[in-house]
Structures are given as C-alpha cells and as structure tokens.
C-alpha cells in the first residue's frame, strides 16, 4: 500500500448523510477549508429508503444553506395534524392557523432532500470529497487531529484543526472518542414504507396511538404517504415478512379504510428504535452532530430535525469564533455549540420518549391520565400551542441559518 502526501484542512467531517454534507453546505462561505470523508459512494448514500416529517424550522435553515427551492417541490406539505389515541373519539386538531403559517411541516423522501446537498457542496471550491473511504485511525495532537483513512487501496492522512462526527447512530468517531452513551432500546421496532392510496389525505399528518405502538401517516405528493408503523419487536418483524397481499389488508384495518385502496411502493424497511444521548458531544478537536450525538424514538418525527438544528447551531459557533479570531478546535468554543444543543435535545428525547410510553399501554390508570392531557390539549390552547411549537421546532434558540420561507 503507498503512502500519499498529506493534506490539510480547516475542517474534516466523518459522514456525508444529511446532517454531515448540511453542515459542510452551512460553511460554504465561512473561509474554512472542508474535507468530506464518507464510507459510500455519493450515488449509494442517497438510495436510503425512508422519508422524513421536516419541521418548519429545518425548513428555514435548509433556506438559509440555499437548497430549500431545490428541496421544496419535491416535498410533501401539510397543513393539518390529527392527534389521536387509538379508538378513542377525542381527536386533536393542529393546524396552521394555530402558528400563522402557511404549513404545518413537510415531509421529504432522503434523495429529495440529501441530493441538493450534495449538489450544492460539490460546486464549492471550499469543500473536496472523500466518498467510498474506510476510517482507519483519529489521532489527537495538541493544535490539530489527523485521520487516517483507506481509499482505492491507499492509506491517506488528513489533518485539520476540527473533526466533525456526522457518522451515524453507530459513530466510530463517538467510540474512538471514547464517549459513553446514555439510554435504552424500546420493545418496538417500526416498520417504515411508502404508500400510494386512492382516498385524497388533504395535507393532513396523522399521528394515531395505539396500545402497542403508534402509527405515523405522512403526506408525500402524488397520492403517496409514507407510513411508520410501530409494533413489538415480533410483531414488526411479522408485518415485514408476511405477503404483500396480507400485509396491505392488516394496513387498511389498521387505517379504518380512510386512505382508500392501497399500493405498496419499495420495500418494507424494519428499525429497532432507541433512545441514546451521548455524555458529551465535544472534546478537544472534536464535535459530534446529529444521531452520531443523540437518536430517539420515531413517534413526532424528530430525529433527522434535530441533527439539522445541531449543524445550524455548530456552523454558527464556528464562524462566531472565527470572527473572533480563535482557534475553532478549542473546547472553550465547542463548548458552547454542546451548551446550546444538548439540552435542547434532552427535551426534545423526553417528549418523544415520554409520548410513547403514556401511549403504548392499556393500563387502566395511565389510560385515564393521558385522556385528560389530551383534554387538557384540546381545551386549553397555550397547552396545544406549547406542544405544537416544541414539535415544530419553534421552541429554544433560533440559529442565524434559519431564514424565513
Ligand atoms: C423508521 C424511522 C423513521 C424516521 N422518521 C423521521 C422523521 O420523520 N423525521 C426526522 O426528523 N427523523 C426521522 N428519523 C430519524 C432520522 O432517520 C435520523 O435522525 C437521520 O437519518 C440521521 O441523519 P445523520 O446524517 O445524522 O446520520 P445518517 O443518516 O446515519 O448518516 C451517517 C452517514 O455517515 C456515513 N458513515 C458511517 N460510518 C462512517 C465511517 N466510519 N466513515 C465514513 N462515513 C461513515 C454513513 O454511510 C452515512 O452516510 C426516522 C428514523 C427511523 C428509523
């Protein structure tokens, strides 16, 4: 194997998935010289079989990067969202004259929304790719972090002041670190595919609770929906295996037949569901953003938003502390990319975690209990308004990035 010359950088990020190429696009004109270092070929990475609900805010930010005009006509739209809790009649109603807006969210297929962003990042001067690389080692020195990475059966060195890790739930980056996790697997999986139906949905986003898990139903355009259905593990895991036919059926008594006759397009995808927050997101020379830093349960759509909001916060402090004339490496600066993010995120993991489990049971007392909440919800409107806005991304500090749409 030869050994190529190095190669220096500002700015090296592990991860070319969404969050990782954002924030590489979010620095497009900070200065900062990037390196893109991503385990799959660029064409592979956006073959990803899954959408997802986009709040208002990563609406905002991906406008602010400059890719939300390629992003937007391909995105699903809604302007209404219908709580419900299994059976029960009480439904909430969302909707966008809650907030003043003009929609309530989006939902984006992963190639609609990662492609811009590759497209733009591969027009910026400032930015050089590394696709189909294996990341072999990080070492630490006192003023830089150098990489070592094997591409085309060459080993390479990367050196730069900063290493972002945008790698993912299962992040080498986090391990090398040596950073502890907290939190625990749920006794579900989801079971997540796109729908095409008959019956008209009218931008409305349903979220129905039942007993064993809920059931997100997402607008996408043309006639399409994509569907997270979550279950006990088995029981996913048997919704995935059974025939088509039989599938589809289980899916319109599930639905109550409001979304017609029903057509599965693509595949069935299964995903055990965690909860993880990482100790720490930064150390010296090193920053971790989204599932890389954190992952929640499905139900609200969250996850992907919250890797957006960390990027947009991230950019934020870099360039801050290059206008200021500091060294971008430095826990005094990382630390306040990890004070701003983390526990927004905490609340954020809370909520979602605390939904689920008041939800997934048919135990009698806690029944009782969240059909008050959602009274509460319906009757009392800053409760409603106060769960619309953590939901949407409207609460905690809003980054530069985010523009209006
Ligand atoms: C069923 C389901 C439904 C969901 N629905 C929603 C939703 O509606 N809304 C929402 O906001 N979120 C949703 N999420 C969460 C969302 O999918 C994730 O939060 C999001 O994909 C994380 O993006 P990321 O860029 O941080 O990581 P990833 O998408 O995991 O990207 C990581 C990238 O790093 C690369 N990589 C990994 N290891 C290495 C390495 N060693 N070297 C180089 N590259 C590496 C990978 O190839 C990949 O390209 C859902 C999740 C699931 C499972």
Redesign the pocket.
């Known amino acids: 194997m030869k050994h190529n010359t190095n190669l220096d950088a500002d700015l090296i990020i592990?991860?070319?998935?969404?969050?990782?190429t954002a924030l590489a696009c979010a620095l497009k004109d900070s200065g900062l010289n990037i390196i893109m270092?991503?385990?799959?070929s660029l064409e592979n990475?956006t073959k990803k079989k899954?959408a997802?609900?986009l709040s208002l805010l990563s609406g905002a930010i991906f406008k602010g990067i400059g890719v939300w005009d390629q992003i937007f006509p391909n995105v699903g739209k809604f302007e209404h969202i219908r709580l419900s809790d299994a059976d029960h009649g009480n439904i909430i109603h969302f909707e966008k004259e809650d907030l003043n807006t003009q929609f309530l969210g989006y939902v984006g297929e992963h190639q609609y929304v990662l492609k811009p962003l590759q497209e733009l990042s591969q027009k910026c001067k400032n930015i050089t790719w590394f696709p189909s690389?294996k990341?072999i080692d990080i070492i630490e020195e006192k003023d830089s972090i150098t990489v070592t990475i094997e591409r085309e059966n060459q080993t390479q060195k990367l050196t730069a002041k900063l290493l972002v890790g945008?790698?993912?739930?299962k992040s080498?980056v986090r391990q090398w670190a040596k950073i502890e996790t907290k939190g625990w697997k749920y006794w579900q999986s989801?079971v997540?595919f796109k729908i095409k139906h008959t019956a008209p949905v009218n931008n409305i986003a349903f979220e129905r609770f039942w007993y064993n898990g809920p059931m997100g139903i997402?607008p996408l355009p043309d006639h399409c929906c994509q569907i997270?259905w979550t279950n006990p593990h088995e029981e996913s895991k048997n919704l995935v295996e059974m025939p088509e036919k039989d599938f589809l059926e289980r899916l319109k008594i599930r639905t109550g037949g409001v979304l017609g006759d029903l057509t599965l397009v693509g595949e069935r995808g299964l995903?055990p569901v965690q909860l993880m927050q990482s100790d720490r997101y930064i150390q010296s020379r090193l920053a971790l953003v989204?599932?890389?830093a954190h992952g929640c349960h499905?139900v609200g759509?969250?996850?992907?938003?919250l890797?957006i909001r960390d990027i947009a916060a991230l950019a934020q402090v870099l360039q801050d502390a290059i206008a200021r004339g500091e060294d971008i490496g430095t826990i005094s600066v990382l630390k306040r990319y990890q004070n701003w993010r983390k526990k927004e995120n905490w609340l954020i993991l809370g909520f979602t975690d605390f939904l689920d489990r008041i939800f997934s049971t048919d135990f009698l007392p806690v029944v009782l209990i969240r059909r008050f909440g959602l009274w509460l919800m319906k009757n009392l409107p800053p409760f409603k308004l106060f769960a619309l806005k953590l939901m949407t991304g409207l609460k905690g500090q809003r980054p530069n990035l985010a523009k209006v749409i």
């Open positions: 592990i991860g070319g998935g969404v969050a990782g270092i991503e385990a799959q990475v899954l997802y609900a690389s990341l945008a790698d993912g739930a080498k989801c997540a997402l997270v995903f989204g599932d890389a499905p759509g969250q996850g992907l938003n890797g």
